[in-house]
């Protein structure tokens, strides 16, 4: 996405989109103990995980209350 982040995108949907859930997926980052967090209500999977990180993140993101 030239331009602009993953976050800018997600910011410019909400709008449009009140209950969207978004996952982030991190670049890279150095390890650590959680395999996912919250940021700004909004879910990041960080690098590197391991087999069930981004099945537990994107479970998480849609268990979490929305604003439907």
Do not use: C, W
């Amino acid at each position: 996405m030239p331009g602009m982040t993953g976050r800018e995108l997600g910011e410019q949907l909400r709008p449009y989109h009140p209950g969207l859930r978004i996952l982030h997926l991190s670049a890279n980052s150095p390890p650590i103990q959680e395999a996912s967090r919250s940021v700004d209500d909004q879910n990041v999977l960080l690098k590197p995980f391991t087999g069930s990180g981004p099945l537990q993140a994107i479970r998480q993101s849609l268990s979490a209350p929305g604003t439907e």
